[in-house]
């Protein structure tokens, strides 16, 4: 990406923003420790980010059954906080708050920004559900890019069928497709949102994990959530009208609690981190290695080819052209694997 060049007065401008807004967070960071020091906050309690706009962050509290969530700001040393982030804070007397720590991270969901550098965007999550339909029909190579991009992040994927009242009882096309996934280890969960059907299997596979929901568009993720999110006052989570306004409003990621059997007033299940951004997925950042790793029935073959290093194109002694030649390898997933490739080095 090309940066444009400032003029000098422009760069000036950048210059004086830059160094007020760095004023401004020393006299807050200055302002907050004397606080947390002179006893306006309460004792040191565990959280989690359920959403954040900028330096603001609303955390979600949880004592036994009973949740609330806190509008917080960051201790001026906490940078780079996401929904999902475990974190300790304090309460003030009026019910905000502020961050004073984040808590070891077990896994991250990075997007590349607007500069093409890799950005988290979600933390801690335990699954990806990657949903594909019946309609639109799903085609390997694109299952094959979400299962990619999924691996990528060190995620388990599983795969979710919706619309299954579409879809032949037996045997046809996406069946063929699907156990292809299921003999590589892939869970797989048919459901239909639209006839309530295998939801409970879906409730089963959320319990006490953090999910995200990825696919492509028109194959019911919308649809899926709604089902499991009962009440709307859920769904949009309790803010205040003040950060509701806020311009971050449709981008950031959120976290929704996910009631046992979808019904509201039930106690919580499990979590769901939803947004745009997370359900789009981009592979450019990815590197051949990491590509080919990407595709789990690979990964015991990378390295064992006779050149170290053998790009898998028409190499002689290459262990995945073997593998596909014995039928080890589906031969649609090594095409995928070619053209996701090919597909990265075109962009760049
Ligand atoms: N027959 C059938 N249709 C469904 C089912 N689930 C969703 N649909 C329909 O599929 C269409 C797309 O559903 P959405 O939930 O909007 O899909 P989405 O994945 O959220 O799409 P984006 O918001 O574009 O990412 C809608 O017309 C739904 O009514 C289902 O189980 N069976
Ligand atoms: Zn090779």
Redesign the pocket.
């Known amino acids: 990406m090309s940066r444009r060049k400032l003029t000098r007065q422009q760069r000036w401008r950048v210059e004086k923003v830059q160094a007020e807004r760095a004023a401004r967070v020393d006299r807050r960071a200055a302002r907050d420790e004397r606080a947390l020091e002179g006893g306006e906050y309460g004792p040191e309690r565990p959280g989690r980010v359920a959403a954040h706009f900028g330096r603001t962050l609303e955390v979600e509290a949880v004592e036994g059954e009973q949740t609330s969530r806190h509008r917080c700001h960051l201790r001026a040393n906490l940078e780079g906080l996401v929904t999902g982030d475990r974190v300790i804070w304090r309460e003030a007397q009026d019910g905000s708050g502020v961050v004073v720590a984040r808590g070891e991270r077990i896994s991250v969901l990075e997007r590349p920004d607007a500069q093409g550098q890799l950005r988290p965007v979600a933390a801690n999550i335990d699954q990806i559900l990657v949903?594909i339909?019946?309609?639109p029909t799903p085609y390997a190579n694109l299952v094959d890019r979400y299962l990619v991009a999924a691996e990528s992040t060190g995620i388990a994927p599983v795969l979710v069928l919706?619309?299954?009242?579409?879809l032949p009882p037996k045997a046809g096309p996406v069946r063929a497709l699907l156990a292809r996934y299921v003999d590589l280890g892939y869970p797989l969960i048919e459901?239909?949102?639209?006839?309530d059907?295998g939801l409970a299997a879906l409730h089963a596979r959320l319990k006490g994990r953090t999910s995200v929901f990825v696919?492509?568009?028109?194959?019911?993720?919308?649809?899926?959530?709604?089902r499991l999110l009962p009440d709307e006052t859920l769904r949009i989570g309790a803010l205040s009208e003040e950060t509701r306004k806020g311009k971050h409003t449709t981008t950031t990621a959120r976290l929704y609690p996910l009631p046992e059997d979808g019904e509201s007033g039930r106690p919580r299940e499990g979590d769901l981190i939803d947004s745009p951004g997370i359900?789009e997925f981009g592979l450019w950042h990815l590197d051949e290695r990491e590509l080919a790793e990407g595709f789990i029935e690979f990964r015991p073959l990378l390295g064992r080819c006779r050149f170290r290093d053998c790009r898998h194109r028409e190499e002689p002694g290459c262990a995945l052209l073997g593998a596909v030649e014995r039928g080890e390898i589906h031969p649609e997933r090594f095409a995928s694997f070619q053209r996701i490739r090919d597909d990265i080095a075109a962009a760049r």
């Open positions: 949903v339909a019946a309609e919706n619309k299954s009242d579409l459901a239909s949102a639209k006839r059907h696919g492509q568009s028109g194959v019911g993720k919308s649809s899926l959530i709604d359900r």
